[in-house]
């Protein structure tokens, strides 16, 4: 294949990267958490939109927005059960916390569900349109578009909106923004329901291209949207963004023209390399440690 | 107006405030002063509702606030500017100002009091849309004053406003804090720069850890022996 077709590719996983890596990114940022535990709401996204799509006649973006919504519930809720009781404990404890969760999650789809991988049906078949005389296939197109409308109204909700203005306060500081009146449970679960609901909405993307689902499918996923998220600065909304489409592009590259046994190895590489240079990510400022 | 009563305050087993009573007249400037770590900022983020005391009783005109959540308590009419300024520093000069003014619904007031804070703060106006990081530690101060100010409190709770600046400055800070209290703001001071706060004070408490050891009207405490001997020299 030629290099075109490869970018094009990479354009397309680096979409799902990035909106799995906003959820780590957010949650990083405003309750100063890494919630190992998101990798597996994409596979719980994937999940529930298959069960939507067997049961129900709704059309595919009907699909989604319940699937997303559903997410937006479930990982709400495992915030207020699981971590919300942690909250000024120790980091360890709730990173261990996540990473239990995450245990549990996989165990719940796989009584329900089983091991054997389900098919996912094909949701945007069919041709899109040739760019240079490279075909985009209509998912491509559907992914990339839905991914940059999500990004601009996610930017826009959170410069521009009294709520989003609030989060980035309680990003800033907790005790400073509880002074003005905001509540920080209001603005946590509320962050928990915006990455959830990205992850899900990535989960019926994700599952359309690659379409067998099983309940492990998002550890590798959401592992590599970590490294996104890290790689553009964690905490960042726009680092997670850039760190997506990096990750997604270098592998489909790595693919095509080096190996496929090869493209974890090195995307780990990348993201040991990237923090050698700059420990806060590509769009991170060096910040002196707070006392 | 506000009334504290018998406060017991702890960090896990340090006992940080004991037994501190205290009462802010209405329409007074009162300071607390003391020395670092005698507990003053202990006290004012339990009055704010940032720290649960483990007993005593705030009130605020005869209403007990005690323990409650800080956004109810700002809804109280109680606003506080924290020590180290603490503006939110990746956000513009306006929206610092927004979020002073987040659990108010009126925006034709809200518009109102912006103009009144850049009345008072030219210099915020300037830098309206710069971000809070980028200013000087003076005017932060101002932006962390006007900020407070945009909940259109009843009183004032400020936390060592003076800390780190130039006097040139502090004079402008001071005088800041008296034109708030004379548009009828009632205004609890604390401070470690006495001379200064005991100026401007109607009524002052000195705080030594985590006690009040001495207090009374305002110029009359220049010359405590307490204070003279820990705080002016
Ligand atoms: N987060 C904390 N954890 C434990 N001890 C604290 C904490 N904050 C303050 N203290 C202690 O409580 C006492 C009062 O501190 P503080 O209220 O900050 O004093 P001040 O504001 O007068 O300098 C000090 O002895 C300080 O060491
Ligand atoms: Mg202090």
Known sequence: M??????????????????????????????????FAHGDIIMVGSYIALMIFQNTGLPVWGVIAASALASALLGMAIERLAYKPLRGGS??????????????????????FGSSPKPFPA???????????VPVSRLTLVTLLVTLLLMVLLTLFVGRTKLGKAMRAVSEDQGAAQLMGINIDTSISLTFAIGSALAAVAAVLYSSTYPLINPYMGSMLGLKAFIAAVIGGIGIIPGAMLGGFIIGIAEALIKGYISSALVDAIVFSLLIVVLIIKPSGLLGKNEREKV | MLKVEDLNVYYDKIHAIKGASFEVRDGEICTLIGANGAGKTTILQTISGLLQPKSGKITLDGSEITGRAPNKILLQGLAQVPEGRRVFSKMTVLENLEMGAYTRKDAAGIREDYEMVFQSFPRLKERIHQQAGTLSGGEQQMLAIGRALMSRPRMLLLDEPSMGLAPILVDEIFSIIRQVNQSGVTVLLVEQNAAKALEIAHYSYVLATGQIVSSGEGKSMLTDSSVRSAYLG
């Open chain 1, 123 to 133: 949701a945007f078949e069919g041709e899109g349109f040739t760019l240079a005389g």
């Open chain 1, 2 to 35: 030629d290099f075109a077709q490869q970018l094009i590719n990479g354009i397309q996983l680096g979409s799902i990267y990035a909106l799995i890596a906003i959820g780590y990114t957010m949650v990083y940022g405003i309750a100063k958490m890494i919630n």
């Open chain 1, 91 to 112: 980091r360890m404890s709730a990173l261990i916390t996540t990473i239990g969760v995450s245990i549990l999650l996989q165990n719940v789809f796989l009584l329900l």
